[in-house]
């Protein structure tokens, strides 16, 4: 339970930098809309809740950013797991999942110098496992932490490169029970579009 309220922790951080940890600075998106939409889910969800973000630029250094999530469940589900809160570098769900990467933010300022196969050292672990991917047609470095203090948890983060996103792509918490790895949290990017402004 330790490790689910750290990764949960961890994922809230995230999520509450939502305009002070965006992955890109608003300047970043093109004159236009671009939408983001996530599914995220939890241990304790039937089906994923939609995330949908949507930033437009109005031009003349003028946004709007629109979020709307939705969920499907029974009573209790819809109870306890609806919503998010977004941080600096942490994500919260209403289902009391709570996930913070706060120590790869420095990693995420830099991330276009990030290199594939690399292996970066940070005050309380590591990130590594770093690999090329695309979500959503969006091309990312994603890679794992692993926290020294927390040997029994870890935590998988995509780093977009190609596109500018307010939310990490991929976020997926995991646990070690009996000697297997359990996903315990996902926050997916699953949809980008992009229309650009006739003028």
């Known amino acids: ?10 994922l809230m951080v995230l999520a509450a930098g939502l305009g002070a940890f965006a992955q890109a600075d608003l300047d970043a998106f093109p004159d236009g809309t671009t939408t983001m939409i996530y599914h995220v889910t939890s241990e304790e969800m039937s089906e994923p809740q939609v995330l949908e973000l949507v930033v437009t630029s109005l031009g003349g250094g003028r946004y709007t950013i629109r979020m709307a999530t939705e969920q499907t469940g029974d009573e209790d589900e819809l109870a306890t797991g609806f919503g998010f809160i977004f941080g600096a570098t942490r994500v919260s769900s209403g289902g009391g999942h709570d996930v913070s990467y706060s120590s790869l ?14 292996e970066y050292q940070l005050p309380s672990g590591v990130f590594t496992d770093i690999v090329g991917v695309t979500i959503a047609d969006v091309w990312c470095l994603e890679g794992t932490l692993l926290d020294e203090d927390e040997p029994d ?21 995991e646990e070690r029970r009996d000697g297997e790895w359990v996903e315990v949290f996902v926050l997916e990017l699953v949809e980008y579009t992009v229309e650009e402004s006739g003028g």
């Open 1 to 10: 339970m330790k490790k689910t309220t750290a990764l949960i922790t961890l």
């Open 153 to 173: 948890a870890r935590m998988v983060v995509a780093f977009a490169l190609s596109n500018p996103v307010y939310i990490s792509p991929r976020i997926r918490a």
């Open 105 to 118: 933010e420095a990693l995420m300022d830099q991330r276009s110098r990030l290199q594939e196969g690399a």
